[in-house]
């Protein structure tokens, strides 16, 4: 009797061994979602008692991906194989929006003030009152234009420059020459008729072979005079001409130095508010304005001395 009720206890003991450790495993993977929700919603206590009940209740099985997939209040939790969380917040992050162009250049709309009307189109820039806002815009549009124009007439004035040769002397010398020659010529050609005016009044039968041979002779220094001052005048023009060259290239030369400040003018006529360098890029962006860099590489050339 004693070994019958021993064999009844163990049996007893062994099924509820075996009901308790079948209720552990059951509760284990609930215990793990539970323990990922109150990660993400609030810590432990979010996982404890009823905590596990609505997350049991809320856990449901994506067939697709072989994992479970839990809502939460901010989004969808996706528990995968790897164990990789992506959160509803991280999916739909807005990107940040593209800064304005007045702003990445420096220049708020507020800051460019009146210059906004560079928004201008072409057409209403072309057809703009000079004295209207619109107008002046387009008055350092066409400045900066214009840049490349007198960049191409300056490399022009300069490569001309260097294929013509200098003159030996400067055009005032060579004037001063001319004039000398002018007043030799003078009294030659008062000399000469002079000696005429005897040889028509000399009698007839008179040896006038002394007096023919004066005339020839200054007659012959009177040719060589011109010859000379025709030579000097050819001088002259070249002189000039490297002169008129020397002096455009020097005149573009400046207006190149000077032109930054010509459009600043232009454009701060254009302003109602202190054009600083932002304001001028952005201004420039709107208009689409590429600027020619101003830069020249050759030295002035001297001017030209005896």
């Known amino acids: 009797m004693k070994t019958k009720q021993k064999n009844i206890l163990s049996a007893a003991f062994f099924s509820v061994a075996l009901l308790g450790a079948m209720s552990i495993a059951v509760s284990l993977p609930f215990s793990g979602i539970a323990y990922a929700k109150g990660g993400n919603g609030g810590g ?43 959160t509803g917040q991280q999916r739909t992050a807005k990107s940040k929006p593209k800064a304005d162009l007045a702003d990445v250049l420096g220049a708020s709309p507020s800051e460019l003030g009146a210059l906004n009307a560079a928004h201008a189109s072409p057409r209403a820039l072309a057809n703009a009152n000079p004295n209207s806002r619109v107008g002046r815009i387009a008055a350092y549009n066409n400045a900066v234009l214009g840049r490349s124009a007198m960049l191409a007439d300056y490399e022009q004035a300069r490569a001309t420059l260097d294929d013509t040769p200098p003159p030996a002397r400067d055009n005032a010398t060579i004037t001063g020459d001319i004039a000398q020659l002018d007043t030799d010529l003078g009294l030659a050609a008062t000399s000469l008729a002079g000696l005429q005016a005897q040889l028509a009044a000399a009698p007839s039968g008179t040896d006038t072979t002394a007096l023919a041979g004066e005339i020839a002779a200054i007659t012959g220094e009177i040719d060589a005079l011109s010859v000379e001052r025709t030579a000097l005048q050819s001088e002259l023009a070249a002189a000039n001409e490297y002169a008129v060259l020397l002096a455009r290239e020097a005149e573009l030369r400046e207006a190149i130095a000077n032109q930054p400040a010509t459009e600043f003018g232009l454009l701060e006529a254009a302003a109602n508010k202190p054009v600083t360098e932002g304001v001028i890029a952005a201004v420039n962006n709107l208009l689409g304005l590429h600027p020619a860099d101003l830069t020249l590489p050759d030295a002035p050339l001297p001017a030209v001395t005896e």
């Open 44 to 86: 432990n206590g979010g996982g404890n008692g009823g905590g596990n009940e609505r997350a049991g209740s809320a856990n449901s099985v994506d067939s697709t991906s072989g994992g479970s997939t839990k809502s939460t209040g901010a989004g969808k939790v996706r528990a995968s194989n790897s164990g990789t969380k992506i």
